[in-house]
């Protein structure tokens, strides 16, 4: 509906998309560090902490703010992003490893990562996903992951965007956005 989430810490802000003028803040206490946002589709938007191991869930009706899921076996949940048959996709910073949460169970998808920092889903349902430490993004398909961008390009990969066929990498050590279109 025009709204932007944006994760700041311990509050979520809520802004005006086209004009950028905050709406809200949504402060979560026990929040140490929110990192990314997704909407589900459905009338809530989620927000990572990777210090807790939490996954807070907002609804965009009311603002009302409430555990969605806590557990270790997140090892630091960093991006989120929803399927189209909408399960939820996380992945770890401290574990390495791209999640799948159906039903409240969580089941590891891919793991041997290093730092992951943000996950896509792209139209034909493939999960793209960025290692942070070691430069690259990756691509997980039908059970299978391949190495799209890698070091000799990428240098700290961080959180994700994709639109329109183009893949948004932004590089936290370099202040500066690569977009990469991606050929399907």
Same mark, same amino acid.
């Given at each position: 509906?025009?709204?932007?989430?944006?994760?700041?810490?311990?509050?979520?802000?809520?802004?005006?998309?086209?004009?950028?003028?905050?709406?809200?803040?949504?402060?979560?206490?026990?929040?140490? +560090?929110?990192?990314?946002?997704?909407?589900?589709?459905?009338?809530?938007?989620?927000?990572?902490?990777?210090?807790?191991?939490?996954?807070?869930?907002?609804?965009?009706?009311?603002?009302?703010?409430?555990?969605?899921?806590?557990?270790?076996? !997140?090892?630091?949940?960093?991006?989120?992003?929803?399927?189209?048959?909408?399960?939820?996709?996380?992945?770890?910073?401290?574990?390495?490893?791209?999640?799948?949460?159906?039903?409240?169970?969580?089941?590891?998808?891919?793991?041997?990562?290093?730092?992951?920092?943000?996950?896509?889903?792209?139209?034909?349902?493939?999960?793209? +996903?960025?290692?942070?430490?070691?430069?690259?993004?990756?691509? !997980?398909?039908?059970?299978? +992951? $391949?190495?799209?961008?890698?070091?000799?390009?990428?240098?700290?990969?961080?959180?994700?965007?994709?639109?329109?066929?183009?893949?948004?990498?932004?590089?936290? !050590?370099?202040?500066?956005?690569?977009? +990469? $279109?991606?050929?399907?």
């Amino acid at each position: 509906n025009g709204k932007l989430f944006v994760a700041d810490i311990d509050t979520v802000i809520v802004a005006d998309a086209q004009t950028g003028e905050v709406l809200r803040r949504i402060r979560i206490p026990q929040a140490q +560090f929110l990192n990314d946002t997704a909407y589900d589709g459905k009338g809530y938007v989620y927000v990572s902490d990777t210090q807790t191991n939490t996954i807070y869930r907002v609804d965009i009706r009311n603002y009302k703010v409430s555990v969605f899921l806590r557990s270790s076996e !997140l090892q630091g949940p960093n991006g989120i992003a929803f399927s189209r048959t909408g399960d939820m996709i996380i992945v770890s910073w401290g574990g390495g490893k791209v999640i799948r949460v159906e039903n409240n169970k969580l089941e590891t998808i891919a793991s041997g990562f290093d730092n992951l920092d943000g996950v896509v889903i792209l139209d034909d349902g493939s999960i793209v +996903f960025s290692d942070f430490s070691a430069g690259k993004i990756y691509e !997980l398909r039908d059970g299978r +992951f $391949r190495k799209l961008f890698s070091r000799s390009v990428l240098t700290s990969p961080a959180d994700i965007g994709y639109c329109n066929g183009k893949l948004f990498v932004p590089e936290f !050590l370099l202040n500066d956005v690569k977009v +990469f $279109r991606l050929e399907r």
